[in-house]
């Protein structure tokens, strides 16, 4: 079995966009620059700010968090979005989510301009992947395809089975195993049998957040599984994927901590260089 590092596959992202960023630095006398907004106090987002904020600053890219009171108004994070749609200096913006209650969340996505939109949220993003245009892909889909790829380059004619629909994972996802000619079958909540739909698959990306959801006999011999799953649970951590009896069948998998989780910072990365790339055409 692989297991597969997300540690390491991240690391080495980021050392190529490091060496990216000193080029763009070079030949343009500037760096890309990433705005980060948080709202409120949520423990889970404190920590995946700062680490978002700590790989930009070790690759090079100027970076710059925005903190905000949970009961700030909706009016004046359109308005700092806004501002930050005409810096010049600023090539990518991601507002930190879940959002407080009073704040919607997708007047707040459509704000961003879809030039700047390093998250591939905003429905011209959308619209864009699923065209299969020029587009931001969202982070943690592009990272567990990154990861798929390094395993199996050539992804034509494979079955892959995705588990949950969501705006954040599933559905990006879906798009990109589909630019690579899989065969995609896209799963969720009220799936008849969704053991019978995994059993099929070359490829399993569960996103779902059910802890250790998938299990052995729902994995064909071989297959590559990608556990997007974060779960607080009584044992600690876990993924969607029950790890110690998947990795006895699987050909590859990924770790909950340490296999999609990094790789989706480096992304995000990736995703504010390639803004700042768009915008120096
Ligand atoms: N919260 C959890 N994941 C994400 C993400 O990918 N982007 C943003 N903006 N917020 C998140």
């Known amino acids: 079995m692989i297991l597969i590092d997300g540690k390491k596959e ?7 966009l490091k060496y990216e960023v000193s080029e763009l630095k070079e030949k343009f006398n500037k760096v890309p620059g990433l705005t980060v907004i948080l709202i409120g106090e949520m423990a889970p987002s404190q920590i995946y700010v700062r680490n978002k904020e700590k790989s930009a600053n070790e690759v090079g890219l100027k970076s710059e968090v925005i903190r905000y009171p949970e009961a700030i108004e909706e009016k004046i994070v359109l308005e700092k979005i806004k501002e930050l749609n005409n810096d010049e200096n600023v090539s990518g913006i991601l507002v ?11 007047k707040v996505i459509e704000a961003i301009l879809p030039e700047k939109d390093v998250d591939g949220f905003h429905p011209m993003n959308v619209g864009n992947l699923s065209s299969g245009y020029e587009s931001s892909v969202p982070c943690t889909p592009l990272g567990c395809y990154l990861l798929i790829k390094k395993i199996e380059p050539n992804l034509s004619g494979k079955k892959a089975v995705m588990i949950g629909r969501s705006n954040l994972n599933g559905k990006p996802m879906t798009q990109l195993l589909l630019k690579e000619n899989c065969t ?11 053991k019978a739909e995994c059993l099929e698959a070359d490829i399993i990306v569960a996103a779902v957040g059910i802890p250790e959801l998938v299990k052995a006999d729902w994995v064909k011999k071989d297959a590559i599984v990608i556990d997007v799953g974060i779960n607080k649970t009584e044992k600690g951590i876990v993924g969607d994927v029950d790890f110690k009896e998947v990795s006895k069948i699987a050909k590859a998998l990924t770790p909950v901590p340490g296999g999609v989780g990094p790789m989706t910072i480096a992304c995000l990365l990736k995703n504010t260089i390639e803004c700042f790339k768009r915008s120096q055409r």
Not at 96 to 106: F, R, S, Y
């Open 10 to 16: 991240a690391a080495e992202l980021r050392e190529t």
């Open 96 to 106: 930190q989510l879940p959002l407080p209650k009073h704040i919607d969340k997708q």
């Open 184 to 194: 995609v079958t896209i799963t969720h909540s009220k799936t008849k049998d969704l």
